[in-house]
């Protein structure tokens, strides 16, 4: 039982990856058409002052926080795609025609029943419009309930076939045939049910609101604490576009979750300063400051025959995390070998949230330096007080640094550069890879090892042979499998021939985390598996 839930669980983590890492394009393009209209920048530069960059920006703006009205549908389609095993192009577009049934349903049931409040009040009664219809206010949740609904019915009965004249009834029609009374039947129980889910939703907000200081410290501590269960992910969605991240009325739309909030207020210029539910979205202080710091700290304790191995292999990782947020290769770096100073992270990661709420900084934090320029320039100082986020930042780098130097001396950790005479360190940066590679390159292509055999190769041998592979899938940084006997990785291969910084394995649920490459790599192996992507 703790199996399959633990599988389930990995399997959601997965399939949400697919609407929550497009959701922040749209974020940066809300911004960037609100550069074009800022009022301080025009002053500024004369040149924006004109009909065409100032209209550019509005339309930018405006077209795109459409997308927080409707993340119902966006997360609908998405977990249904990700959570998919075959055809999941069609359990995708199967998602949406149940989508579009259920708010149909719930409306023509609710409106039968007299329970329909008037459309031009609608703020408070627990109700809203959803592309047009009238239902229940369930937000995010409906498209993750419907997304989760479509994809059980699609895997069951996806491969159901007819014969004769009822052979056009079979696949994907099938698999509507059956969505259709689910939904409906769906739509009627939780017209009763749902008011009561979302007043302990509601409940469950005011209380971690309450908590103040400390819910948010364990918020940003758990946050970092299932980093190597990838479960991570599920932390921090409910907060982003939930009521659980706050509920705040902009531009006379009431709207839930601190990323929902804070996109529409980036285009509302009305808005002075940004609302304290972007604290849930201020996670970057670790990225961007901390762990560099941590890294400082590691390399400075390196033996002093390692110092150029350590700085080779540091300095890429530091810039992978400060300038993009992906801070794996790093963490993973002194998890296994120093879980103190891991925990140490993760605490620190919760404090800096609280010092940021406490000096009631506004600044958006998300992820690397790249996303912190691009969302807080254009809005000023006074919107967001985004220098005193760098001040906090620097702190936390000397605090990490300070603390992480103390301990590996202390307790003398073997962090990158003070491994055991003829012992592997646990990162490796590019340069060592491809230098790697190129030793057992001999007459081949550069995506060829000795023998003729691909990286792929190397890789799919390393996780114990194609046939134990059952399913390829990835995230942001890492390579996603399950497999049949997990006891016949291999992970000193992974890490030393294909650059792995980790490798993570519970029961059947193998990830092994390659950076910002992990795209590549798992293009690579599908070929290699002969696998097309929807027929995963």
């Known amino acids: 039982m703790k199996t399959k839930l633990m599988d389930g669980m990995q399997r959601f983590s997965k399939a949400m990856f697919i609407p929550v890492l497009i959701l922040p394009i749209a974020g940066i393009l809300i911004a960037l058409g609100n550069l074009f209209t800022n009022a301080k920048l025009i002053e500024t530069i004369p040149f924006f ?41 069609e359990a995708g577009f199967t998602s949406l025609l149940g989508y579009l049934v259920f708010i149909n349903a719930m409306n023509k049931f609710m409106e039968l029943k007299g329970i329909l409040v008037e459309a031009d009040s609608l703020q408070g009664t627990g109700q809203a419009l959803v592309m047009g219809v009238q239902v229940l206010d369930m937000g995010v949740f409906l498209g993750i309930i419907l997304g989760i609904v479509t994809a059980f019915v699609h895997n069951k009965f996806a491969d159901k076939e007819f014969n004769n004249a009822f052979q056009i009834y079979g696949g994907s029609r099938f698999v509507f045939i059956v969505l259709i009374p689910v939904v409906v039947l769906l739509a009627i129980i939780f017209t009763y049910v749902w008011p009561f889910f979302q007043n302990g939703i509601n409940s469950l907000g005011t209380l971690i609101n309450q908590s103040g200081n400390f819910g948010i410290f364990l918020y940003g501590t758990l946050e970092r604490l299932l980093i190597p269960t990838g479960l991570h992910h599920l932390v921090y969605t409910p907060f982003l576009y939930t009521s659980l991240g706050g509920v705040q009325e902009v531009g006379g739309q009431l709207l839930e979750g601190a990323r929902n909030i804070y996109y529409a207020e980036i285009a509302d210029p009305s808005v002075s300063v940004l609302s304290p539910s972007v604290i849930w979205d201020a996670r970057g202080i670790s990225k961007m400051f901390g762990l560099i710091g941590a890294c400082l700290a590691m390399y400075q304790t390196a033996s ?15 810039v992978t995390s400060f300038i993009a947020g992906v801070t794996e290769p790093i963490e993973f770096s002194f998890m296994f070998i120093a879980p103190l100073l891991f925990l140490i992270h993760a605490v620190f990661s919760g404090l800096s949230m609280v010092v940021l709420n406490l000096l009631n900084v506004r600044a958006i934090g998300p992820n690397g330096f790249i996303d912190f320029l691009l969302y807080n320039l254009p809005l000023g100082i006074e919107k967001t007080g985004w220098p005193m986020y760098i001040a906090v930042g620097l702190l936390f780098f000397v605090l990490y640094y300070v603390t992480f130097r103390f301990l590996i001396l202390k307790f003398n950790f073997k962090t990158i550069g003070r491994e055991e005479a003829g012992q592997e360190t646990k990162l490796y940066s590019k340069k060592e890879y491809n230098e790697a590679k190129g030793k057992k390159s001999s007459g081949t292509t550069s995506q060829e090892t ?5 990286m792929a190769s190397v890789i799919v041998n390393a996780l114990g042979g194609a046939g134990n592979i059952n399913t390829v899938t990835n995230c942001y940084t890492r390579l996603r499998l399950t ?7 291999d992970e000193a291969i992974l890490k030393n021939e294909t650059g792995a910084s980790g490798v993570i394995i519970k029961d059947q649920n193998v990830q092994v985390v390659y950076g910002l490459q992990v795209n590549s790599v798992r293009k690579s192996v599908d070929q290699y598996l002969g696998r097309e992507e929807d027929d995963e």
Request: charged content about 15%; overall charge positive.
């Open 49 to 89: 002052d004109n009909p065409i960059t100032t209209g550019f920006g509005m339309i930018l703006s405006g077209s795109l926080v459409s997308i927080l009205n409707n993340l119902g549908l966006i997360f609908c389609v998405g977990l249904a795609v990700g959570l998919a095993k075959k055809k999941k192009s």
């Open 304 to 318: 002093p025959e390692n110092k150029g191995k350590a700085k080779a292999i540091l300095i890429p990782a530091v």
């Open 450 to 454: 000795q023998g003729g055999a691909t």
């Open 483 to 489: 497999l049949n006997q997990p006891e016949m990785v």
